[in-house]
């Protein structure tokens, strides 16, 4: 045998075993790339979408805008959700500020607004909804101003949030009469599948 063909024939399983390893390689790499969860619709069954609360008037944790205030017109804030389990039957909302009188020293907590039995189908409150629109079939409660409906924010001194609880609930509530937070929050025992809460803050203007 010639000197040439004895040389192919010791290279020939190098050659071989180059081909496997350049195959490996590029088999990881391809494995490396489609690790996670694939893109598309695929993903929403095992992550749905989280039950929230917004307002197209203000963020989450911004001061809200004077005129929902006592120093405005003193109208409810427009509020919008998604994502409520599929198991809830109605809404209620509860609003209120934990920071009084004083944020540097609360000792109590005011209640601002009650509603109750917003219908299922419902996903957002128009603004002033507290006075002219609320959804057929709901109901408000008295906030600590002994009224009913929605209380502005007026804080007496320094900046106060004001915490509006979303709750779902897998009842429509009865029984109730012009409730008090209290009574509201005794009536949703047991009942709650979710809630969703939006923040926000308020100040008076120095004079």
């Known amino acids: 045998m010639s000197p040439r063909n ?3 024939i010791a290279l020939f399983p190098f050659a071989i075993a180059c081909g496997k390893s ?33 307002s197209s008037a203000f963020a989450a944790n911004a001061s809200m805008p004077i005129k929902y205030t006592c120093e405005g017109t003193n109208i409810s804030p427009p509020l919008a959700w998604a994502g409520a389990p599929a198991a809830a039957k109605s809404f209620a909302i509860i609003v209120e500020d934990p920071d009084a009188p004083d944020p540097a020293k609360p000792t109590h907590v005011v209640t601002h607004w009650v509603a109750y039995n917003i219908p299922v189908t419902t996903t957002s409150l128009a603004e002033t909804a507290s006075k002219k629109s609320m959804p057929a079939g709901s109901a408000q409660g008295k906030n600590d101003g002994n009224k009913l409906g929605y209380m502005g924010p007026c804080p007496p001194i320094g900046r106060h949030r004001y915490f509006f ?18 009574d509201l929050e005794k009536a949703i025992q047991g009942h709650v599948v979710g809630n969703a809460e939006l923040i926000g803050t308020y100040q008076k203007a120095k004079k």
């Open 6 to 8: 004895l040389l192919a």
């Open 22 to 54: 350049n195959s490996s390689k590029t088999d990881t790499a391809a494995v490396v790339t489609n690790v996670g969860r694939p893109r598309g619709d695929g993903g929403s069954a095992t992550n749905p979408m989280t039950f929230n609360l917004t």
């Open 165 to 182: 609880k979303l709750f779902a609930l897998d009842t429509v509530l009865t029984g109730l009469n012009s409730p008090t937070k209290a």
